[in-house]
């Protein structure tokens, strides 16, 4: 049971180049979300899922787009970097609010990406 | 915009002395999480308590919730260098998963 994992762990990018972070969970969890970490700033929402097929924005989801065609994914892109998508990027999954079960979130490891 | 504050930003004990950080919040909300975060990792759920509750316990972590003042307190007690981490409050309100994260508290504990 490996929970939530991010790929990679970390990239640099040249402004203009576009890359892909891939979120897999084996919890068979409803939910995903993308997350950006910056210093001082504590987690910031992205996009986040409720199941699979559907996305939707969160609070910063400029210059970056998202997809979850399988349950267990969710992908996020970027299709121009720019300096300020410097950041750590956190994916985390839960359970549907629907089952009666509280809403923790199980987060990856994050990637560090750095684009130049 | 970030719905919980944190405060202190950053705190400094020795082993062995209790941790307390506070959360303010602006909201109505259903529950509130508090999540743990080691240098480089990602965050890890601790604890949450309910709108309705005022006081829940885990191990040596004790969180209250007064919802007339928006705020929440951890206190983590005899602390261990392990403890050494960044603490989030997050605030959940709609009826569904998302949750708002605060900037954070910073614990050191020296040996």
């Known amino acids: 049971n490996a929970g939530v994992t991010q790929t990679p762990k970390f990239r640099v990018l040249k402004t203009g180049q576009s890359m892909t972070l891939l979120c897999a969970q084996d919890?068979?969890?409803?939910?995903m979300y993308w997350y950006r970490q910056d210093p001082g700033m504590g987690l910031r929402l992205i996009h986040y899922?409720?199941?699979?097929?559907?996305?939707a924005k969160g609070e910063v989801p400029d210059g970056y787009n998202v997809s979850r065609l399988k349950k267990q994914n969710f992908l996020l892109g970027l299709e121009s970097a720019a300096p300020s998508q410097t950041s750590v990027y956190f994916c985390?999954?839960?359970?549907?609010?629907?089952?009666?079960?509280?809403?923790?979130?199980?987060f990856g490891p994050g990637t560090r990406l750095t684009v130049l | 915009s970030q719905q919980g504050e944190e405060d202190p930003q950053a705190l400094s004990i020795q082993e062995g002395e209790n941790a307390t950080m506070n959360c303010s919040y602006k909201?109505?909300?259903?529950?509130l999480q508090w999540y743990r975060q080691n240098s480089g990792r990602g965050l890890v759920h601790l604890i949450l308590?309910?709108?309705?509750?005022r006081e829940k316990h885990s191990g040596r972590l004790r969180v209250t919730l007064d919802t007339s003042k928006k705020s929440s307190s951890l206190l983590i007690t005899a602390s261990r260098a392990a403890d050494t981490a960044s603490y989030f409050c997050?605030?959940?309100?709609?009826?569904?998963?998302?949750?708002?994260f605060g900037a954070g508290t910073q614990v050191v504990v020296t040996p």
């Open positions: 899922s409720v199941g699979e097929g559907t996305t």
């Open positions: 308590i309910r709108s309705n509750e």
């Open positions: 909201t109505s909300i259903n529950n």
């Open positions: 919890m068979n969890h409803e939910y």
């Open positions: 985390a999954s839960s359970y549907s609010i629907t089952r009666g079960v509280n809403n923790e979130q199980f």
């Open positions: 997050a605030t959940s309100e709609g009826s569904w998963g998302k949750l708002q």
